[in-house]
């Protein structure tokens, strides 16, 4: 299972758990399996059936394009990282 | 003077000193600024502004105005389209275009008037007649917070600065993290050091100030030329703001007389256009130096509360950062990116970050070069130098013994590749400078160190192969620092040609795919890897030309170094020149082209300073005797350039610690909006910035390179509040450190 790694600001949708193992082969599998266990999941992370612009996913500390189709290893780690710019 | 160590020397064009081709043009005024754009038949513009901080709007008059002769039109908040709640997904829509119902600072823009002449339109604005009723204003974040205290906006936009906050209070959106137990931490720790900090509003003092012409054709299309940092920024929001297709608004970027950050968002475009459209001619206006202080965005002030614990032998155990960040008017002050960074150069099991971003009554902030951590470094390495002092350890082993290194986790738990933080922290305990004792009386030392975590995102490129083996290149990030050299020099090297068979271009948005702007240490990074990959896009087409006319699989050529050869028949090979004045007989010109998003590979970064200083004990003026700065580049593109980067930051960050800072009188009107008064430092304040070029390479791009202009301006503040306690035994916990301050930090410790 994928090692997700919970950003404070979720993490009182998660009972104060800052990482969860989660089933799933793509992102869309990680998301749906996380809301089921933790309602108000999918509304932080997702908008218009998009990962949010706002939000970076990286796949073992790599950025993932391909929002959520992207594909995910039994051991991958998952972080969900705010953008931001610079000057 | 500069010193490169672990100098690469596996490429050729890479790492070299060329000409950069912008020069000439900028030293002998051939260069083409916004200002320096005419069209016939071109109209100028002035804007009015609000005199108040905060204050309804009650009516606007413009009749007088439109009377007067050479007036050709006024715009106001009204000429724009009413604004779809989100439509300008960057930050809020009303910040860019004319204020309506309310003014939320002073130099808001109200208005603005089209004339044939700027004297006759700057006239015209005496002539608007605007009623106000003036509210009261909130100048200070603390009292932003409190309850009771004015209200800016019914309704906070929860996107700041590209990161979503929580709504804390009616002026306030927060972002926290944690990590560990930071009770527990404190509990462990041997020693604790708790201070609040603060620090004040300053600017980017980019030396051309915000301009623009704009031209609006019959069918409603723009042309917009720019001093911008990124067009393709400047064409959303304006095609958002007058709802206009993306491809009705083209954003030429002229050349750009510095930005570092300041020159994001599209302050005059919009209204420009408007103007342009109604009547008919081309508009262009052109800022005065007390239009960008007062109308612009300048770097957010800040209070910060920190509170690090650490063992005797020097591990810091526990920090607690609280931090709030001015916005200004509107939200957006750099929170996101600073609790990110604020403490992540260290190991720090236990830590909690928590940032504000508070709406005041003062112009909207905008990013200055690492926006958000200079203030934070000024305020946690200033506890680290003290935590230091108390455990009597040197402060270069203290920060080797607790900086982050490769595997390490960031404060978002990702691991880092290789980082140079120990290297930068080396590089200085092992230079002249720090080796060499200070002597003399009122003289002190300070290190510091900084830490930034550079950017990426979506570049585009395209490379067109001449018959005569010369390429030109286009790219869309305008080349503030001299980004085209390091780009067009990843693309020879790719190619395998000199870098003086390239020519770069940059160009406008209906001219080469989305580029972010040059913005967040990411231009030669990024767009840098887009020219790779659109090398490699020739390359390849190249080789299947070459193959073409061999009559041989592609498979079995090769290319290296700019030449290209079949892997086992000798006879069989062409330089890069001679197949290019092949191609246009054999099937037609090449052309590469590459759209990249490269974020996974941005490579963090490091920088450490020493500096000596002198203090007037009568004045309180502090002189800088002699200043080292060694910053990790991953790989240093052109080396004379990257140690330009370091010392320009350098000099702003001393600017920064020293002298600079808005006066907002109790009605938040700025005092001092002229650059007599406004104090950046000269050739005079400081001496010659000694550089240390680190190379660490970034494996996360083709050629090692990291982001290298922001770092540079994070650590010079903290490394001086050092140096003055070392001279004079006293803390500084607010910038600037002006004579003034100084003196009375000197009179209290004297129990004046």
């Given amino acids: ?87 | 003077m500069s010193t490169t160590i672990e100098r690469s020397s596996q490429y050729k064009v890479i790492g070299k000193d060329v000409l950069r081709p912008d020069g000439v043009d900028k030293v002998t005024g051939r260069a083409v600024f916004a200002d320096d754009v005419h069209l016939n038949g071109m109209l100028h513009a002035k804007v009015l502004r609000s005199p108040h901080a905060h204050a309804k709007i009650r009516s606007i008059d413009v009749s007088e105005a439109l009377k007067m002769p050479g007036v050709r039109a006024v715009v106001t908040s009204e000429d724009f389209p009413p604004i779809p709640e989100g439509i300008v997904k960057e930050e809020g829509a009303a910040f860019f275009a004319l204020a309506s119902d309310k003014v939320l600072f002073r130099g808001h823009a109200v208005a603005a008037v089209a004339a044939d002449s700027p004297h006759v339109a700057d006239e015209a604005l005496s002539k608007i007649k605007v009623e106000y009723e003036v509210l009261k204003a909130v100048l200070d974040p603390r009292e932003a917070m409190e309850p009771g205290a004015p209200v800016l906006h019914e309704k906070l936009n929860p996107m700041s600065f590209g990161a979503r906050l929580e709504q804390h209070s009616p002026n306030a959106l927060q972002q926290i993290t944690s990590m560990g137990d930071i009770e527990q931490g404190f509990r462990e720790a041997d020693v604790v050091v708790e201070r609040e900090f603060t620090t004040k509003t300053v600017h980017q003092g980019y030396i051309e100030p915000q301009s623009c012409v704009v031209d609006t054709a019959p069918d409603g299309s723009v042309t917009i030329w720019s001093t911008c940092q990124g067009p393709f920024r400047h064409r959303d929001n304006t095609a958002d703001l007058l709802q206009l297709p993306q491809n009705k608004v083209k954003v030429i970027p002229t050349e750009i007389g510095g930005g570092f950050g300041g020159k994001e968002v599209p302050y005059l475009e919009p209204m420009a256009a408007i103007l342009s459209r109604k009547t008919g001619r081309p508009v262009k206006i052109t800022m005065s130096r007390s239009d960008v202080f007062e109308g612009t965005g300048p770097a957010c002030a800040s209070y910060m509360r920190v509170k690090f614990g650490a063992k005797k032998t020097g591990e810091l155990v526990a920090a607690h950062l609280y931090f709030c960040f001015e916005a200004g008017a509107f939200p957006g002050a750099p929170v996101g990116g600073a609790v990110g960074i604020g403490l992540g150069r260290y190991k720090i099991p236990n830590q909690l970050v928590e940032g504000f971003d508070v709406v005041v009554n003062k112009p909207r902030t905008q990013p200055y070069r690492a926006p958000g951590a200079t203030q934070i470094h000024f305020a946690t390495e200033g506890v680290v130098d003290e935590l230091c002092e108390k455990i009597g350890m040197d402060p270069i082993e203290f920060r080797l013994k607790n900086v982050v290194q490769e595997g390490d986790r960031n404060v978002q738990g990702v691991p880092f590749l290789r980082i140079g933080g120990v290297e930068v922290l080396e590089a200085i305990k092992n230079s002249d400078h720090y080796k060499t004792p200070l002597e003399g009386p009122n003289r002190g030392r300070g290190v510091a160190l900084g830490f930034w975590r550079n950017g990426g995102g979506m570049s585009s490129c395209s490379i067109s192969v001449h018959p005569d083996g010369t390429v030109s290149i286009i790219e869309g990030s305008p080349d503030l620092s001299g980004t085209r050299t390091g780009i067009g020099m990843q693309a020879a090297e790719t190619l395998g040609i000199p870098f003086e068979d390239v020519r770069i271009t940059v160009v406008d948005t209906d001219s080469v795919g989305y580029t972010m702007g040059s913005w967040g240490s990411r231009t030669s990074f990024a767009t840098g890897w887009a020219a790779i990959e659109a090398a490699r896009d020739v390359n390849l087409k190249m080789v299947e030309r070459a193959s073409s006319i061999w009559s041989v699989p592609p498979e079995e050529v090769e290319v290296s170094d700019g030449t290209f050869y079949h892997r086992d028949d000798g006879s069989k090979k062409f330089t890069f020149k001679q197949l290019a004045a092949r191609l246009n007989a054999t099937g037609g010109p090449v052309v590469g082209s590459s759209v990249v998003d490269p974020t996974r590979g941005v490579g963090p970064a490091f920088a450490a300073n020493v500096v000596d200083l002198e203090v007037d004990p009568e004045t309180g003026k502090v002189t800088i005797l002699r200043y080292t700065v060694a910053q990790d580049v991953g790989q240093a593109l052109h080396p004379g350039m990257v140690e330009g980067q370091l010392e320009g930051g350098t000099v702003q960050g001393i600017g920064w610690a020293l002298n600079e800072e808005y006066f907002f009188d109790n009605d938040g009107q700025m005092r001092n909006s002229s650059f007599l008064d406004y104090r950046m430092p000269v050739a005079l304040d400081v001496p010659m910035i000694d550089t240390i070029i680190i190379e660490v390479p970034n494996p996360g791009h083709p050629y090692g390179v990291r982001g290298v202009g922001e770092n540079n301006i994070i650590t010079p503040p903290a490394a001086i509040a050092a140096a003055i306690h070392n001279a004079i035994g006293v803390r500084m916990t607010d910038l600037p450190m002006s004579p003034g301050y100084v003196l009375q930090a000197l009179w209290q410790q004297n129990g004046h």
């Fill in chain 1, 1 to 87: 299972m994928a090692l997700v790694w919970i950003p404070s600001n979720m993490r009182h949708l998660t009972g104060g758990e800052s990482r969860i193992r989660v089933e799933g082969s793509t992102l869309a599998d990680i998301i749906s399996s996380l809301e089921a266990n933790f309602p108000g999941v999918r509304e932080e992370l997702v908008r218009d059936n998009l990962i949010k612009d706002e939000i970076a996913v990286a796949i073992d500390g790599e950025q993932g394009h391909q929002g959520l189709f992207q594909e995910i290893d039994d051991s991958s780690e998952i972080h969900f990282i705010p953008m931001v710019a610079g000057g």
